[in-house]
């Protein structure tokens, strides 16, 4: 039962770089959401998706791109790398409460340096 | 939106001892977690708790839904406690979870 697996867990881009955060979670859950997390600021929604074929923005999305072509995988895309998306991210999941989302369980986080 | 303040921001204890950790929200929500990072930087969650109280072993949350706080109590401390703690909030009616900036706590031995 791997829960919500994250690759690469290491990155260092250079500025204007592009790359794809790869997220998969096997619970069968509706709801996945990726997260920065950045000193001092706790964790930051970027994008979430309440199911197939549906995302939608959190508070910080400029730079970021997501789609959710099934359950299982809810990929980030940086589109053109800047230094101030050096970052630690999170990808997570949770399922259906009988009000809005339930538990949240989150992957092992991502370290992205851009230079 | 929804604003979510974590009080204290920094805690120093004795291992064994007790402390209260809290969270403050500015709106009505239908959902509240408690997360734990340990130093390794892992967020494992601790309780789902949107109303009324949990515990799990040395760990307890109350949630008072009305009053717009929730609080997580840990007993008898242990260094594997240190760590930060956040809070997470989700408005009535909306679909993100909001995080608050966090309780660091450190366990001494």
């Known amino acids: 039962n791997a829960g919500v697996t994250q690759t690469p867990k290491f990155q260092v881009l250079k500025t204007g770089q592009s790359m794809t955060l790869q997220c998969a979670q096997d619970?069968?859950?509706?709801?996945m959401s990726w997260y920065r997390q950045d000193p001092g600021m706790g964790l930051r929604l970027i994008h979430y998706s309440v199911g197939a074929g549906i995302t939608d923005q959190g508070e910080v999305p400029n730079g970021y791109n997501v789609s959710r072509s099934t359950t299982e995988d809810f990929p980030l895309r940086l589109l053109s790398a800047a230094p101030s998306q050096t970052s630690v991210y999170f990808c997570a999941s949770n399922n259906r409460a009988p009000i809005g989302a339930g538990e949240l369980f989150f992957g092992e986080g991502s370290r992205l340096t851009v230079l | 939106g929804i604003q979510v303040e974590q009080s204290p921001p920094d805690l120093i204890l004795q291992e064994g001892a007790n402390s209260t950790l809290r969270c403050n929200f500015s709106d009505s929500v239908n959902n509240l977690q408690w997360f734990h990072q340990n130093p390794w930087g892992q967020l494992i969650n601790l309780f789902y708790i949107p109303s009324g109280t949990k515990q799990n072993g040395r760990l307890s949350a109350t949630t008072v839904a009305t009053e717009r706080y929730s609080l997580l109590y840990i007993s008898s401390s242990q260094t594997t406690d240190s760590g930060v703690y956040f809070c997470a909030v989700m408005n009535t009616g909306f679909q993100k979870l909001v995080f608050g900036t966090g309780t660091r706590l450190l366990v001494s031995p």
């Open positions: 619970m069968n859950h509706e709801y």
